[in-house]
T-cell receptor, first 110, second 113 residues
């Protein structure tokens, strides 16, 4: 049901940048790309979202391709606390439903 | 000063019982949600309330009944619990609709025996 495709898992060395890809080839012009993460035994946590421009906040950067069919979440300096499942979600409009897919399980290696 | 809180955190009960999970948000948000995360970790929307009114009701058995006494609270009551109801239930809230950032509670782990 999810409109996005993500790798099942990824590893990243502590201190390095973690780049998490997401494909959303059927995205339409008014759909936003959202990223959430879920650390073990906790509720999902919002990270960042964007429409077509690249975005950056204190947690991460979001790079959206010009055709908007894919995006990359970048955690610039990954720490062990960034180990989590990362969900990429597209939302069409105000009344659309969030559908969380399987996400990417990111392992940060010491 | 937890933004979205749920009680209880853990709930173990027998089949056929009726139980409730409470959710409160102190963010002043207008919209609240209930999600179910199953054993395969899929997170699915169950209900959404905006200003105490139901706006989304997914294909959920009618044994599940949400109740919103005010816009800061959205409780989930489950009748005649079944084994398949075992899951983690998350409450969330947002300022308005889905395009707003959602803030999730810590989850309630329900185990039906």
């Amino acid at each position: 049901d999810a409109k996005t495709t993500q790798p099942t898992s990824m590893d990243c060395a502590e201190g390095r940048a973690a780049n998490l890809p997401c494909n959303h080839s059927t995205i339409s012009g008014n759909e936003y790309v959202y990223w959430y993460r879920q650390i073990h035994s906790q509720g999902p946590q919002y990270i960042i979202h964007g429409l077509k421009n690249n975005e950056t906040n204190e947690m991460a950067s979001l790079i959206i391709t010009e055709d908007r069919k894919s995006s990359t979440l970048i955690l610039p300096h990954a720490t062990l606390r960034d180990t989590a499942v990362y969900y990429c979600i597209v939302l069409m409009n105000r009344d659309d439903k969030i559908i969380f897919g399987k996400g990417t399980r990111l392992h940060i290696l010491p | 000063d937890t933004a979205v809180s749920q009680t209880p955190k853990y709930l173990v009960t027998q089949m056929g019982n009726d139980k409730s999970i409470k959710c409160e948000q102190n963010l002043g948000h207008d919209t609240m949600y209930w999600y179910k995360q199953d054993s395969k970790k899929f997170l699915k929307i169950m209900f959404s309330y905006n200003n105490k009114e139901l706006i989304i009701n997914e294909t959920v058995p009618n044994r599940f009944s949400p109740k919103s006494p005010d816009k800061a609270h959205l409780n989930l009551h489950i009748n005649s619990l079944e084994l398949g109801d075992s899951a983690v239930y998350f409450c969330a809230s947002s300022q308005a609709g889905y395009q707003e950032t959602q803030y999730f509670g810590p989850g309630t782990r329900l185990l039906v025996l």
